[in-house]
């Protein structure tokens, strides 16, 4: 994908636990795509002793359920390879791309009028829950680097998406982690989209709702999260610290203390002390009220 490690460190189990809320020893490496060092990263964390199996590969939307998207230039290389490994013994599950209009875009009329919005695909296995995208005909700076040295053509994450199981709880988002709500909010989606029926895996009638959340300060970074509007399993224990898989999103912050103060007044829960991360990094961690564990770090 093009990721480097730029950084590594330990926490005993102890130390472990008053931040992340799992006892075990943890070795952490820090990976980072290109000069992308803002947003992006990729935080692999080693657990002595894991909690569990983590999400595996359950469907995208289950609660509980977490996954990042990455832009590439070529979305047909990125399928090939993983058709490759999975014709190999690989363990996934991956959807074949699928032209899709997500907020920018229209649909191709003749070969003077042409198609613009992205080709998109999913992939889940034990090692990540990973969305990709490719544009055409259009392009965003600044959301989605692809350095040329990246084998895939792979930019860093440029969004990231969990499932909840009641939406009104993602206001907390913009409430008070300050995130700017998307007009489109609220938007009510699912198996009649024939590319997110393919994308996210639905059956008929299924549906869902959907919101997205982006940074005050830039362009990448957007938060999306989605509710299904019919029974799913909750899978909330198998996506937290400890967990094998995508289990930890994190949130950068100016000023820690203020906002510190701000989640032990909201109606987050299990809010912990402000302590230093396995990498000298001022943090805390939160159960937000929809039951996502969150990480916030002080900006450097």
Request: charged share 15%; with cysteine; aromatic share 12%.
């Amino acid at each position: 994908m093009g990721y480097r490690v730029v950084s590594q460190a330990q926490l005993e189990a102890r130390q472990a636990e008053l931040l992340y809320g799992y006892a075990s020893n943890l070795t952490s490496f820090r990976l980072q795509n290109g000069n992308s060092s803002q947003h992006g990263l990729i935080r692999l964390m080693l657990w002595s002793e894991p909690l569990n199996e983590g999400l595996g590969a359950t469907k995208p939307l289950v609660i509980g359920s977490r996954w990042f998207a990455s832009l590439t230039k070529d979305i047909y290389t990125v399928a090939d390879a993983f058709a490759d490994d999975k014709s190999n013994e690989g363990n996934w599950i991956i959807t074949e791309p699928v032209r899709a209009i997500e907020g920018v875009g229209n649909v191709g009329k003749s070969l003077y009028e042409r198609f613009v919005g992205v080709r998109e695909m999913f992939v889940i296995g034990t090692e990540t829950r990973q969305a990709f995208f490719q544009r055409y005909n259009y392009n965003r700076p600044g959301y989605g680097t692809v350095e040329a040295s990246s084998p895939l053509a792979v930019s860093e994450g440029t969004h990231s998406s969990l499932v909840i199981a009641n939406h009104s709880l993602s206001l907390f988002y913009a409430e008070v982690f300050g995130l700017v709500p998307m007009e489109f909010n609220g938007k009510r989606s699912g198996y009649q989209n024939p590319s997110t029926r393919q994308t996210l895996i639905l059956e008929e009638g299924q549906e869902f709702y959907v919101s997205a959340f982006c940074p005050p300060k830039a362009v990448a970074g957007v938060l999306q999260v989605y509710s299904p509007l019919y029974p799913k399993p909750d899978k909330r224990e198998y996506a937290k610290p400890g967990s094998l898989g995508l289990s930890l999103f994190t949130y950068q912050v100016d000023n820690i203390a203020a906002f510190h103060e701000l989640c032990s007044r909201s109606s987050g829960t299990n809010v912990t002390p402000i302590l230093n991360n396995e990498f000298g990094e001022l943090s805390f961690g939160l159960v937000v009220p929809d039951g996502t564990y969150w990480i916030i770090i002080a900006q450097q």
